[in-house]
């Protein structure tokens, strides 16, 4: 979860949270000044004091709740990469700062969460890697110990991040600045689930037999060897988009691969919370 997921989720208890930012279309060119100017460690005070403004400490619980639920979120993944980089069983330097990277980047989405919610009077979660359980109640027992069981972990989270925020663009369809900010922000996430692909398809290890790993999902397939990563790739079979088959269109050889290859499909808060609860201690 990013910035542009936690903006979307106030904005289904505070329709006007970006009147209060100053007016919708001057908060957003700010945003986009942020993302391009500000150093990622100054974004949290940014970010905060921005908010800080727009609700002159007096947040309402539901505001806090989305904020607190989003923190949570991105405490998983940031205890997650604290411990693949601790892991010691990276097999090189460059694949070592790749996950360093992504590490960094959840650090820095915790501290903006964390800087938004306390600027607003509030009481920000706060988790540890006691929190979790990344073995998700046994079905992964060798995460941190098995290099390509991590990848594909990883991955999972990945893969599974980029549906979510998927699931709340259209809340964005009536703003082009914000569905704009969102975009630029949403292709850097699957960028980041894109490398994670490349990493395990040169390693090779949990990858099917006969499957050619993608940085995109292909139909419903994780193109990792377990089952029980399958509720973060299902419905990504979807071929119909806007209510028209993509298969074969105008004449053309588009494939079923091909036709849900060229679209993310949408995962709902339920379904995500349903996905991440068993790496909960």
Avoid: C
């Amino acid at each position: 979860m990013n910035f542009s997921n936690i903006i979307e989720e106030i904005e289904k208890v505070d329709p006007e949270v970006y009147e209060k930012l100053n007016g919708r279309r001057s908060a957003m060119k700010n945003f986009l000044n942020f993302s391009g100017k500000v150093t990622a460690a100054a974004l949290p005070v940014a970010i905060g004091s921005m908010f800080n403004k727009a609700y002159a400490g007096s947040p309402t619980s539901t505001i806090t709740d989305v904020l607190n639920f989003a923190l949570t979120l991105e405490y998983i993944e940031w205890e997650f990469y604290k411990q693949v980089v601790a892991s010691g069983i990276i097999p090189s330097a460059a694949a070592i700062g790749a996950l360093t990277t992504i590490r960094d980047h959840e650090a820095e989405h915790v501290a903006l969460l964390t800087s938004v919610i306390t600027s607003l009077g509030a009481t920000p979660v706060y988790f540890t890697a006691a929190s979790f359980d990344y073995t998700a109640k046994g079905l992964f027992p060798t995460v941190f110990t098995d290099y390509g069981v991590l990848l594909a972990v990883a991955q999972t989270f990945e893969d599974t991040g980029v549906r979510a925020y998927k699931g709340q663009a259209g809340n964005l369809i009536s703003s082009n600045e914000i569905l704009r900010a969102a975009l630029q922000i949403h292709s850097v996430e699957a960028r980041h689930a894109a490398h994670v692909r490349e990493m395990r398809r040169r390693y090779g290890a949990l990858v099917p037999p006969g499957v050619l790993l993608q940085p995109w999902i292909t139909l419903n397939q994780s193109g990792i060897a377990t089952p029980a990563v399958d509720a973060s790739y299902a419905g990504e079979e979807l071929t119909n988009q806007a209510g028209v088959n993509v298969v074969g269109i105008n004449g053309f050889a588009i494939t079923a691969e091909d036709a849900s290859e060229a679209f993310d499909e949408p995962l709902t808060k339920e379904q995500v919370v349903s996905i991440v609860t068993p790496f909960f201690a």
